[in-house]
């Protein structure tokens, strides 16, 4: 008999999964585990993108680990020449990695680009649309930087994020979401809605807890 995961059971796991996150991280005895489990969340925070994406076809695949590609390569020549981002380097958060980049970055890139263009349906073929979504991926990193570095995900020198940083984020997610469009990939997901929503409540509420003291109790 095959298996098959309902997108309710998906969404109920995901909305979980963040919440239970965010205690995680706010309570100081327990936050080492749950920074240790940042790699198995964004591993199967892709998997369940992936599993629920239609159309599913060559195409797709093929533009999905470009993606991925393109979002570790780019992390990986800043890490390693700084033309890109500016001066930082990651920490062991995010597991294994290659040439001082974690593999698993990649999948960040795939899972925030693929959010976006998957909600930015009706736009997705106008001009603006790689504009629109560029916008919304620094809006994003904005968020998540604070927390990035508070938990140790990646550090900053001087631990000053530099404005080339989004500059840089904007500039490669355009051409990522122009290449979505040219290729006019068709991206339909009945839990990115949901899953980019908790993303987005994840990172907002430990950007402001970790502005307070709870977050050194």
């Known amino acids: 008999m095959k298996l098959q995961l309902n997108d309710r059971v998906a969404k109920i796991i995901v909305?979980?999964?963040?919440?239970?996150?965010?205690?995680?991280?706010?309570?100081?005895?327990?936050?080492?585990?749950?920074?240790?489990?940042?790699?198995?969340?964004?591993?199967?925070?892709?998997?369940?993108?992936?599993?629920?994406?239609?159309?599913?076809?060559?195409?797709?695949?093929?533009?999905?680990?470009?993606?991925?590609?393109?979002?570790?390569?780019?992390?990986?020549?800043?890490?390693?020449?700084?033309?890109?981002?500016?001066?930082?380097?990651?920490?062991?958060?995010?597991?294994?990695?290659?040439?001082?980049?974690?593999?698993?970055i990649g999948l960040n890139w795939l899972v925030l680009i693929y959010c976006i263009a998957s909600l930015a349906k009706n736009i997705r073929n106008?001009?603006?649309?790689?504009?629109?979504?560029?916008?919304?991926?620094?809006?994003?990193?904005?968020?998540?930087?604070?927390?990035?570095?508070n938990t140790g995900m990646w550090i900053w020198a001087n631990d000053t994020i530099p404005l080339k940083n989004y500059t840089d984020w904007f500039l490669i997610s355009g051409f990522l979401f122009l290449m979505i469009r040219i290729l006019k990939v068709e991206m339909n997901n009945r839990i990115a809605g949901v899953l980019f929503a908790m993303q987005l409540v994840f990172f907002m509420a430990l950007n402001l807890l970790t502005r307070t003291p709870l977050w050194n109790l």
């Open 15 to 104: 909305v979980v999964w963040y919440l239970v996150g965010i205690a995680g991280f706010l309570i100081q005895p327990i936050r080492p585990l749950f920074q240790g489990l940042t790699p198995f969340g964004m591993i199967v925070a892709a998997i369940l993108l992936l599993y629920f994406h239609e159309p599913k076809n060559l195409k797709s695949w093929l533009v999905f680990a470009g993606i991925a590609v393109v979002g570790f390569l780019a992390e990986l020549i800043g890490v390693n020449t700084q033309t890109l981002f500016g001066f930082y380097k990651y920490g062991d958060l995010l597991g294994f990695k290659l040439w001082n980049t974690p593999l698993i």
């Open 126 to 149: 106008t001009w603006y649309f790689p504009l629109i979504g560029a916008s919304v991926m620094v809006i994003f990193d904005w968020l998540m930087e604070p927390v990035a570095t």
